[in-house]
């Protein structure tokens, strides 16, 4: 007992500590308040109606009619059978949110750190480094929750390729399954990529050295075993990533069949998304600075001047109110960056810098080729647009690289590989088997490097840099130069001070190594210095985005959208129908996703045929194209600035009979043969599916009839009543990965019509048409899953019982 509390209590006493620090920096959160996520209030606007399904019924929808005019729920939290590998991560993030995500940083970390030999100590510093890192904050404040979940497994997936090529096979082998198991159950795929892209780079760094030291074998040993590994991970979470595969395949992250633009252009071919959305977010060179410098650049783009601003001075002398000049300022960009948005900048610490450079001089091997690599590579692709001949060789080379957008997100790996450089630096600096006069010449050069830069821009700042932001026009136009020299001018203070700031950190960081060096520090003391130094330092810079001010009452989370007059109107109609509203980009917003069955939504990745009919027709003003979707309401500005819901009384309905068919050659024929289209009478059918139309000519039955009678997401039941064979139109979005039809109980056949629709042929009499989503995706996925979760639980077993047989037979030869 005394020996496990000796190796285990400063772990225990570790992980009480990280719980304490994230609730302590989210502290709100045990009043029961709840962070309020911009990204986060839209996901529950989108996944009301299948949770509330869930809550009522008991069962799991895997189809929402509330976005988009209908699309799949896997992206939007659904729930999969056989899905253990999920459980275990809500283990994990016992603690309320976002005080979870934090705690995930914390002991991910940790963890790596333990794995490469590192004193606890310094582990649990390299640990806050991490957590406590600006860009890792924020994105819990704006709700990348699930980049942050993935950001948050990194660090473990490293743990096991880095045990696994130490040679210890069954550990790595449990660790690396599992922790990129727990990765992929993030679901944020593109930070997995990322991820995917330092191992490649840690592999390629161990294959060169192994290359060297004559241990091949031992090199693709340990690759086999983690290949393994990552096929059951990726068996674990089967159905998740087969349901995204299938669903990214017809969304606007897919490759589309138009071939031209709406202004009949051609369109540029690409498996991809465009290059301009790819690099919209492009980090500026220049801007990398202010990974060492939190205001190099403003701050972020929502950053108030200070109240003593130069700005405020001036406007304030040329008469301006007060009310005036604070809703002027409001509007004034601090931000001078180039990137349309930025909600804080990407600042790992000053002290993390200066000891990051302080480790280039101090640590060699494998890990500082790996992470030097890692580090550049991450930092220009970064840059995007900005270095256009890297991002085009990975765009068009890389496989899948041209999915993601958003390329200054890369920097994560920037987050992770540099605490990790800092603390191994300042393990070696510690350890007696450097030479004093190497430490000291590292100490030297990294203060000479961090503090040189920081000097050069205080003495040069005005010389090297203009401080001018790509909306400066706006302003000068209407305020006149003089306020916009007044407003650089502030920029320059928050530079100035920022900088100071950044000095100061370098200057006592190295002053407390030094006084360690020269033994006027003991070792507990400096590290309790050090901790206290950068916790200073990074939470300072990341209460200024995310504090107690995101916080409100959960009610607000819970029910992020009130009711407004439009909504109380419409929901006096308990009938079946669609909801557009156009008092804001209908395709950018989950707010009337949250009460109604909404033609737009808001979502990363957009039903591509939508996103398609929204380019040619909604986002022009034709709303012609509202008719088939049967949009019901119309919610407009009212004359008092309210919403108003106008009822529009052309909609076709939830079925409906046609009597003429155009058949189109291709999609650019489809989708245009809409424009103006009598939809009630005439129907757009793909030649490919001109096989699925009646024989002969379509005969009008005036008296034919159809009638949806029930309805669930998942589950529509139509009944029809005709003399002759009719074609008839639903006002449901055509997806064929799932949904299938039955006539009388028995399997029929449909398809698509008008670009979007489903359509099907309905034989003469009477019939009970049923569509009903039933995703094979779905059960076979949840089989792979629970095939893998058996197979890993009977590895693990026959792993640890060779690895102790083993060890048996070693005791017993020396004894």
Do not use: C
């Amino acid at each position: 007992m005394q020996r496990f509390f000796k190796n285990f209590l400063p772990h225990i006493v570790t992980l009480l500590l990280f719980i304490i620090a994230s609730l302590a920096y989210f502290s709100p959160v045990l009043q029961g308040k709840k962070i309020f996520q911009s990204d986060i209030v839209q996901y529950t606007g989108m996944a009301k109606q299948h949770n509330d399904y869930r809550e009522a019924t008991g069962e799991e929808t895997y189809w929402t009619n509330a976005a988009f005019g209908g699309m799949p729920t896997y992206q939007l939290g659904a729930k999969y059978p056989h899905n253990y590998i999920k459980q275990l991560d809500l283990t994990l993030r016992f603690l309320p949110r976002p005080a979870d995500y934090l705690f995930l940083y914390f002991i991910g970390m940790y963890i790596l750190f333990l794995i490469l030999k590192v004193d606890y100590k310094l582990a649990f510093l390299g640990a806050l480094a991490f957590g406590f890192s600006t860009y890792l904050i924020i994105i819990l404040g704006v709700g990348h929750n699930a980049k942050a979940h993935a950001i948050a497994y990194m660090p473990l997936v490293l743990s096991g390729i880095i045990l696994t090529f130490r040679g210890k096979y069954v550990w790595g082998f449990i660790l690396t399954t599992i922790a990129l198991a727990l990765e992929l159950v993030a679901n944020h795929f593109q930070m997995t990529y990322y991820l995917l892209l330092l191992v490649l780079i840690i592999g390629a760094v161990y294959l060169v050295d192994a290359f060297r030291k004559k241990m091949i074998p031992h090199y693709f040993k340990s690759v086999a075993i983690m290949a393994v590994g990552a096929l059951i991970a990726v068996g674990l979470n089967a159905t998740n990533i087969m349901a995204t595969k299938e669903y990214a395949d017809t969304s606007t992250r897919g490759k589309s069949d138009l071939t031209l633009q709406p202004d009949g252009s051609p369109k540029v071919e690409s498996s991809g998304l465009d290059y301009e959305y790819i690099t919209e977010y492009s980090y500026g060179r220049l801007e990398s600075f202010n990974l060492f410098i939190p205001g190099f650049m403003g701050g972020g783009s929502g950053d108030a001047l200070p109240d003593d601003s130069e700005t405020r001075e001036h406007l304030l002398r040329m008469g301006a109110s007060p009310q005036d000049v604070n809703q002027i300022l409001n509007q004034v960009p601090v931000y001078w960056g180039k990137q349309p948005i930025v909600a804080g900048p990407a600042y790992i610490g000053a002290v993390v810098i200066f000891l990051a450079l302080l480790a280039l001089f101090l640590v060699k091997g494998r890990l500082k080729w790996w992470i030097s690599v890692a580090f550049l590579l991450s930092l220009f692709l970064s840059w995007g647009d900005n270095f256009a001949f890297l991002t085009n060789l990975f765009i068009d080379y890389v496989p899948l690289y041209n999915k993601f957008r958003a390329v200054s997100s890369i920097q994560v790996i920037i987050e992770l590989v540099l605490p990790i450089l800092a603390i191994v630096g300042l393990h070696q600096f510690f350890s007696s088997f450097e030479r004093e006069e190497i430490k000291k010449k590292a100490l030297l050069y990294a203060t000479g490097i961090a503090g040189g830069i920081a000097i050069l821009f205080l003495l040069l700042k005005s010389t090297l840099f203009d401080f001018t932001s790509p909306y400066d026009k706006f302003f000068i136009e209407e305020l006149g130069m003089p306020f916009i020299e007044a407003v650089r001018g502030d920029r320059m203070s928050i530079m100035t001070l920022d900088t100071l700031r950044s000095l100061i950190f370098v200057l006592l960081t190295s002053s407390v190594l030094w006084l360690f060096m020269k033994s006027k520090l003991k070792s507990m003391t400096t590290l309790v210095i050090l901790a206290a130094l950068l916790l200073i330092d990074l939470v300072g810079v990341g209460k200024r985005y995310v504090n107690s001010e995101n916080f409100v009452a959960a009610r607000v989370v819970d029910e992020p959208f009130q009711k407004n007059g439009a909504d109380l109107q419409i929901l006096e109609d308990d009938g079946y129908y669609r909801v557009f509203d156009a008092t804001t980009n209908p395709f950018n917003s989950g707010r009337a996703s949250y009460y109604h069955n909404a033609l737009g939504g808001y979502h990363a990745a957009k039903p591509g045929r939508m996103q398609d009919i929204d380019t040619y027709y909604l986002s022009k003003g034709d709303i012609g194209i509202l008719n088939m979707m049967n949009v019901r309401y119309i919610i407009t500005q009212g004359r008092n600035g309210g919403a108003v819901a106008q009822r529009n009384p052309y909609a076709n309905g939830s079925a409906w009979f046609v009597e003429n068919v155009m058949i189109a050659e291709n999609a650019d024929q489809e989708i245009r043969l809409l424009d103006s289209l009598n939809t009630k009478e005439t129907a757009i059918v793909h030649a490919d599916f001109a096989s699925e139309l009646p024989l002969k000519d379509i005969q009008r039955d005036s008296t034919a009839t159809i009638e949806l009678v029930r309805h669930q997401p998942d589950h529509l039941v139509y009944e029809t009543s005709s003399s002759s064979a009719q074609l008839a139109l639903f006002s449901e979005v055509y997806y064929p990965k799932g949904w299938n039809v039955y006539i009388n109980n028995k399997p029929a056949s449909y398809f698509r019509a008008n670009y979007v629709l489903r359509a099907m042929t309905i034989p003469e009499g009477n019939h009970k048409i049923e569509f009903k989503f039933e995703p094979k995706v779905i059960q076979t996925g949840s089989m792979i899953s629970l095939g893998s979760s058996v197979l890993l639980v009977l590895l693990i077993f026959g792993a640890l019982f060779y690895n102790y047989r083993k060890q048996t037979s070693v005791k017993h030869k020396d004894s």
